[in-house]
Each structure stands twice: as structure tokens, then as C-alpha cells.
């Protein structure tokens, strides 16, 4: 099977039902297990050309607006988010690596992610 069909992938690029409503993470943004957590950290960085800055903040992109069929979507999904959190306590860490070698993991932002 390819990559590109796996479904971890296709449920975290909104893929995985025809309506973005009806998508694996649009139900599990408004569930309300998350809230058991007494602290959240959510770590990110802007290196990381693996998963989205915002999106490992849990906060909502300027480029949201730029799409008609899932920025509501996803706009959604913070919203669901930020209430499921409301009572949690989340602490938001922005890392920066200091990578001075150049290679392949550092160009395509894979070190960072990793």
C-alpha cells in the first residue's frame, strides 16, 4: 500500500469522509475525553515542515480563510478545541533547534520534527 493512501493520512489532511464534518478529527476536536486532562503541553516549532506551527498550537492559520471547503472546517476543529480546554491548563512551547549541519533532514524540516 502507499503512503500516500494510508489512512492516518487521509484522517489528518480532512480526507477520510466527504464532509469535513463527518471526518475522524472534526468528531474527536468536539469530544469531551481531552477535558479529563488537568494540563495539556502542546510543543511546536516553526521548523518543522512536518506538521503545521499552528496547527501542533492548536490555533487557527491565516490561510484558513483562503479555503472555501475546510478552513471552516479547521476553523471548527480550533473552536471544538478551545472548548473542550477551556478548563484545562495548556501550555504552548515554541522550540528552536540549533541545527548547523546541512543535510537532507535539515532541508526538507525533518530534523525538526523529529
Not at 66 to 83: F, M, T
Amino acid at each position: 500500500r502507499k503512503v500516500k493512501r494510508a489512512k492516518p493520512l487521509e484522517q489528518l489532511s480532512l480526507a477520510d469522509a466527504p464532509a469535513p464534518a463527518d471526518t475522524l478529527l472534526y468528531r474527536l476536536s468536539a469530544a469531551p475525553q481531552l477535558a479529563r486532562f488537568a494540563h495539556v503541553l502542546l510543543v511546536s516549532s516553526a521548523q518543522d515542515r512536518y506538521v503545521p506551527h499552528a496547527s501542533s498550537r492548536i490555533e487557527t492559520p491565516p490561510q484558513v480563510a483562503d479555503d472555501p471547503r475546510l478552513g471552516p472546517a479547521y476553523a471548527a476543529i480550533v473552536r471544538n478545541l478551545s472548548e473542550v480546554l477551556a478548563r484545562t491548563h495548556v501550555v504552548r512551547v515554541d522550540v528552536v533547534f540549533d541545527i548547523a549541519a546541512v543535510s537532507i533532514d535539515t532541508l526538507v524540516g525533518r530534523a525538526a520534527h523529529i
